[in-house]
C-alpha cells in the first residue's frame, strides 16, 4: 500500500510517499481502509524528533483516519467488514490503510464527513477535555483563546460558547479574526497589547479561562491577566517558545496553570475519552459544533502540507486524502 514514511527524524521535505507493508491485523485489531486522515500539528514535530514521543524508526505517522472497515480481528465484536468508522491510530494513519485497536474505534452516524470526523478527533477532543476536564469552565465566565483560527483554537471558541462562556478570540491577521468570528466568538483581536485588550474587554477583572496554544510571549501576557480562581491552560507552543512561568503571579493572583495532554489522557481515562466523544458527537449532530476544513489535500503531499501548518499558513482542519 502507499504511505508517508519517516525513514529517520528529518526536516519535513524528507518524508517519503511511497509502498509499505500493510498492516498485520491482530486480535483485537480492525484494518481501516482511509477515507480521509487528520493533519496535525504534533505530527509535524513527531517525523522531526521534537515531541515528547519518538517512536522507532522509519515509521508512518499520523494520528487520526475516518474510512471503512476492511478486515476484522477474530476477536473484534463490535465491527464488521463495510462499516463506516473514525480512529485514533497514534501513528500509521498517513497510508491508505491503518490498523487500530478495536477499543480506539468509533461508528460513524450516517451522512457525517469523514473530514468532520477526523477533526473532532484531535483538535476538538483536545479543546472539550482542556475546558470540560481540566478548567471545569462554567456558563457565564470568560475564556480567552490563542491561535483562535487554528486546529485546536476554532475548537475552543465553539465549545467554550456550547458550554456558555463569553469567548474572547485573538489570532495574528484579519483574516483569522474573521474565521474566529464565524466559529461563534464574542470578541476578536489582535497579539499587539494582549494584556491591555484583556483588561479593557473584562473591565479590569482578567480572564476566567485561558486556552494556550501559542505559548511565548502571549503566554506572558496571558499570566497577567488572569482573575481570580482563574485556569490558565497549557496547551502547545506553535510559536516555538516554551515560556517560563513565575510562581508567584498564581500566588498572588489566586489562579492555577493547568496542563493538558489529550494523547496521554485518552490512554489514562479511556471512559472518561468515550463519554467525551460521544457528548462530541451529540453536539455534532446538534450543530453545535462545525469542523472548519482549511484544505483537502493528496497523501503524497504530507510533507507540504505539515509545513504550512507548522509555518502558520494553515486555518481550521487539513485533511489528506488517499
Ligand atoms: N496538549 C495537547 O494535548 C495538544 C493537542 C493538540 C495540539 N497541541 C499543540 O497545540 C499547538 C497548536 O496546535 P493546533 O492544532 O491548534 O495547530 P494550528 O492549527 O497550526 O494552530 C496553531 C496556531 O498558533 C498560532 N501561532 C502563533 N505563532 C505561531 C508560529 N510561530 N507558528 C505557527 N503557529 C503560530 C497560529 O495562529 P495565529 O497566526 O493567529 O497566531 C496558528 O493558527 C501545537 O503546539 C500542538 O503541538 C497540543
Not at 126 to 132: F, I, N, P, R
Not at 148 to 169: C, D, N, R, S
Not at 258 to 281: C, I, Q, R, Y
Amino acid at each position: 500500500m502507499k504511505a508517508i514514511i519517516a525513514r529517520e527524524f528529518a526536516p519535513l521535505d524528507k518524508l517519503e510517499y511511497g509502498e509499505w507493508p500493510e498492516p498485520e491485523v491482530k486480535d483485537h485489531t480492525v484494518l481501516i481502509a482511509a477515507e480521509a486522515i487528520g493533519v496535525n500539528y504534533p505530527d509535524g514535530l513527531l517525523v522531526q524528533g521534537l515531541y515528547q514521543m519518538k517512536p522507532p524508526t522509519p515509521f508512518v505517522p499520523g494520528m487520526e483516519v475516518a474510512g471503512i472497515v476492511h478486515e476484522t480481528g477474530a476477536k473484534v465484536k463490535r465491527f464488521k467488514v463495510g462499516d463506516r468508522v473514525a480512529a485514533l491510530a497514534m501513528i500509521g494513519a498517513y497510508a491508505e490503510k491503518v490498523a487500530v485497536p478495536e477499543s480506539n474505534v468509533i461508528p460513524l452516524p450516517g451522512g457525517m464527513a469523514g473530514s468532520d470526523a477526523c477533526a473532532l478527533m484531535c483538535t476538538f477532543g483536545t479543546a472539550h477535555h482542556a475546558l470540560k476536564q481540566r478548567a471545569q469552565i462554567k456558563p457565564g465566565e470568560v475564556l480567552c483563546v490563542l491561535g483562535a483560527a487554528g486546529g485546536t483554537g476554532i475548537a475552543a471558541v465553539q465549545i467554550g460558547k456550547t458550554m456558555g462562556a463569553t469567548v474572547i478570540a485573538i489570532a495574528s491577521t484579519p483574516e483569522k479574526q474573521s474565521i474566529a468570528m464565524d466559529a461563534g466568538a464574542d470578541h476578536v483581536a489582535g497579539y499587539d497589547d494582549l494584556r491591555g485588550t484583556l483588561k479593557e474587554l473584562t473591565g479590569g477583572k482578567g480572564v476566567d479561562v485561558a486556552f494556550d496554544p501559542v505559548g511565548g510571549d502571549a503566554f506572558d501576557a496571558l499570566t497577567r491577566s488572569m482573575a481570580w480562581n482563574g485556569r490558565l491552560l497549557v496547551i502547545g507552543f506553535a510559536s516555538g517558545k516554551i515560556p517560563q512561568f513565575p510562581v508567584n503571579l498564581a500566588l498572588v493572583k489566586g489562579y492555577s496553570v493547568v496542563g493538558v495532554f489529550w494523547g496521554s489522557f485518552t490512554a489514562h481515562e479511556p471512559a472518561v475519552f468515550a463519554d467525551n466523544m460521544k457528548e462530541l458527537m451529540e453536539w455534532y449532530a446538534m450543530g453545535k459544533v462545525k469542523p472548519v476544513i482549511g484544505g483537502e489535500y493528496q497523501l503524497a503531499d504530507a510533507g507540504k502540507v505539515l509545513a504550512q501548518v507548522l509555518d502558520r499558513g494553515a486555518h481550521g482542519k487539513l485533511i489528506l486524502k488517499p
